[in-house]
């Protein structure tokens, strides 16, 4: 009865101590200087394009800012579909330098309601954005059949 009461006693207390240091840990991590470069877009993330027909092509420039002490660097960025090809700056982007990225969405065999997403991997805190296209692609007419 002694060894349990003193298991329980010391389970108790080793919880106690996890749990007290796992909050310190938050809140210098909440306090903290943190020093990453940041992603700022100084647009929104979101580009509707309105209605086109299928089969052309709709290009848009998200312009965007390091506000953060140390250089951005744009590890990747990739597109929810083959339709939509992103192009990114692959040198550093020194602090307070600004910069676009260029997102080309090919409508060729899509119809309807579209929304494309890029997300951008980068050197920053979250480490990836994400940025959007949408709009609606009215589909091409159909070609009537020889006589």
Known sequence: MKKLL???FLSGVALMLINCS????KSEAKTGDIKLPVFAL??????DFGTIQEGEVVEHT?????????????????SSCGCTTPEWPREPIAPNAASSIKVRFNSKG???????TVTVYANTEPAYSELR????VNAAPKAEPAK
């Open 6 to 8: 003193a298991f329980a």
């Open 22 to 25: 796992g909050s310190e840990k």
């Open 42 to 47: 100084t647009d929104s993330s979101s580009y």
């Open 62 to 78: 998200f312009n965007f800012k390091n506000d953060g002490p140390y250089p951005l660097i744009l590890n990747n960025i990739t």
């Open 110 to 116: 899509k119809s309807g309601p579209q929304v494309k």
């Open 133 to 136: 296209l949408r709009g609606i």
